[in-house]
């Protein structure tokens, strides 16, 4: 265990009722393709617009993905309802946060937008009448845009081809500019996770997203999921959508989830890249943060340097340990890199 903060310790002993868990089920999304990836440069944190690839993409991630639908419904009446029937029903967000770049502002609306498309249904009572869940409406109108869900900075490479080098960008940045100026921090794997990491126990935090009374989505179950996370009535399911970035995604993944279960879950890696973990253009992954009631959750401050954090590993071995930065909090991947919504995957695997 790390080293931590006082401030960091948060106990939702009066938020979760008693004998009840809570569960966070995060929707981690990556942005569709946006211009800079099309053009083979890094984009970092300069704003970069999705291209028309991106925008059917993450529409098609709203309209098409299969876990975006009741598939087990809580009313009794819906069991044995079919797909169809299911669709009729609304699949609602609790939260809906988005970095505040472009391309992943857009690719959050988009999918929201697919999916009220996708909830718009004409009844079968003998009526022409298009139903539209208001829902998805409020949804659209209370993205909540972070700054912490950013992508990492690339300093003086932002706005330079990938196979720029970083030394030479560095250079040609100085001899440009005044002596007393410096140029543009490149975050490095821990700085990218000590702003994830806050954003993460804003969440944990956030008593108004605790206590919120819609509750009664039920959690979705796929042949991958039943035996990890089964539906029960004495946990409260609360689902968030996360649109982000590359490098923001793999930091959430690499750092909470143990090698081994990225492996079982059919991880890829880029050995050209230092094994970086691809997480594809436009791709959804679940992430279950399970909390209980009457324990204290700490956030831990430890920072691990590169060769720790499964991110950069130049011999192409992956470290089975991982270190768990949820203190206290189960940690359960549902979904991986998943693609099923596209016609064509992306294999731009930059940050």
Known sequence: MGTFDTDSIVNPTTIIPEAQ???????????????????????????????????SDAKSLGERSDFFILQQPVDSQLQRADRNERELHPFFFHRVYSSDLIRAHDTCRLILEGLRSRQSRKLTNGTDNERTEPGIDSLLNDIRLDNRLRERSYGTLQGMPWSSDRNY???????????????PIFETDNDIWIRVKKFLLSLIEDEELLRSNRDSM?????????????????????????????????????????????????????????????????????????????????IGEKELGEERTGLSYRDGNLRKNHD?????????????????HLKDVSQIHDD
Not at 38 to 44: D, E, L, N, P, T
Not at 275 to 293: F, G, K, Q
Not at 324 to 340: K, M, Q, R
């Open 21 to 55: 868990k809570l569960s966070l089920r995060l929707y981690l999304v990556r942005h569709g393709e946006s211009e800079a990836n099309q053009r083979g440069i890094f984009a970092g944190q300069l704003d970069s617009p999705l291209t028309e690839r991106g925008v």
């Open 169 to 183: 960008t560095d250079k040609m940045w100085l001899d440009t500019h005044e002596k007393d100026e410096s140029p």
């Open 218 to 298: 039920p959690r979705m179950e796929s042949s991958d999921m039943i035996n990890s996370s089964i539906a029960n009535k004495e946990t409260m399911t609360k689902h968030i959508l996360i649109t982000s970035h590359g490098g923001v995604l793999r930091q959430i993944l690499m750092r909470l989830v143990d090698v081994d279960k990225l492996k079982r879950m059919g991880a890829l890696y880029d050995p050209q890249r230092k094994n970086r973990l691809i997480t594809p253009n436009a791709s959804l992954s679940i992430l279950d943060l399970s909390l209980e009631c009457g324990h204290q959750y700490e």
């Open 324 to 340: 768990n930065h949820l203190e206290g909090i189960n940690v359960d991947l549902i979904l991986l890199a998943n693609t099923d």
